[in-house]
């Protein structure tokens, strides 16, 4: 459940990993991040650039940021959230998990902006090997470190433990196997000297490495919350009609972004099957898309496509616990019967025509891409939140 904060009362922070959503936020406004470091330098942080811990979602239409508290740097003891407007308001800023059960948060209980002054909402304060997160309503400058305050009544507040930060495990993802976790002297992998700072809390089994370049896309993924442990499996139209597409790349970016989804439900390849052939390709995590492709076109080009045997395949006997996804462009397959429980990606965007064809599919989640670029960040977020809603248990 969600916690109202009390000002100036500081309570352990909901997770590692935080997502920072600015309640009241209009155009104009300056949201920003203050801290000091060992050197006494400060540091002024409003999202234009992405920090290792500190990130803006640009995937969401509000203002929210990322802050991966495991990931800050050691000798920085304490970060300060202000807000300043031209406009008097109320504003507020919730703190919630960045993956994993969103009332899990805490919540300013609402500050009175000011226009034109700058106003500190919250502080997180690094106490030992974990962080605590106060809410707060005074001018910048101000003391801010509750002193009048008593601590509440009874034992404090639980809170998850939090990983010491020179040992996180590399990527997002979990186990890799569906197996009981490991124990003894080597159930721990050697910490790699280019671990990624953005890295799961939980520390209950080896981990699934996530390349650098799928980890903006697994981390949009991640922050539907609806990402859950399954395996992922793609069923790719390589028919003659595919070949802009593929030439294009957008073949290429679509199959990177179920691989970001893989990555974030914890699995460490995309069991892949590509027609009309039907070649079997386990594509993993660290495998470039285009190579895979190529391979595939070489070994038996391309062919007049067979809607038939993607539809075939979609029925095959499989995990009770699987994504699946399609890749095509054929889009009468997104409202196939027998791809309940798919989500169809279809290049070349919404071409149906007739009676019924501005409507939602009925038994399919579809993707309509238009042509031009693909998002892949958008995109595995996107997929991320159809196909686990539709995944057949």
Known sequence: MAINLVLRRPVPAPAPQ???????????????????????????????RGLAWLQRDALQANEEWKINLAGVPG?????????SSAADRTVGVVVQQLAGDPNAAVLHPGAELAAGAVIDLV??????????????NSPVGAPTTAVDAPPPPGPPPHTPPVAPAATPFPGWSGPVSDGPAPSGPTAVPPVSANVPQWTDDVDDGPRVSIPDRLAPAVDAARSTGKVRRARV???VDLSASMYPW?????VADILTAVQAVAGAAQRPSVSTRFFPDGADVDLQLDAEPAAALRDQLRAVGLRTGDRGHLVNALLAPGS???VTLMVTDDPSLADEPDAAGATTVVLGGDTRSGPGAAAESTSASAVFLPPGPVDVDRL??????????????
């Open 320 to 322: 009770t616990d699987t």
């Open 246 to 250: 593929i030439t294009s790349g957008a």
């Open 123 to 136: 502080e997180f304060r690094r106490v030992g090997p974990a962080w605590q997160v106060t809410a707060l």
């Open 75 to 83: 000798d920085i003891q304490v970060i300060s959230l202000s807000m």
């Open 18 to 48: 935080l997502r920072i959503v600015w309640q009241g936020f209009r155009n104009g406004d300056v949201a920003e991040a203050r801290w000091v470091d060992a050197s006494a330098r400060p540091h002024r942080w409003s999202g234009s």
């Open 233 to 235: 499996s793609a069923v």
């Open 380 to 393: 595995a977020r996107e997929l991320a939140d159809r196909c686990f809603t539709t995944a057949r248990r």
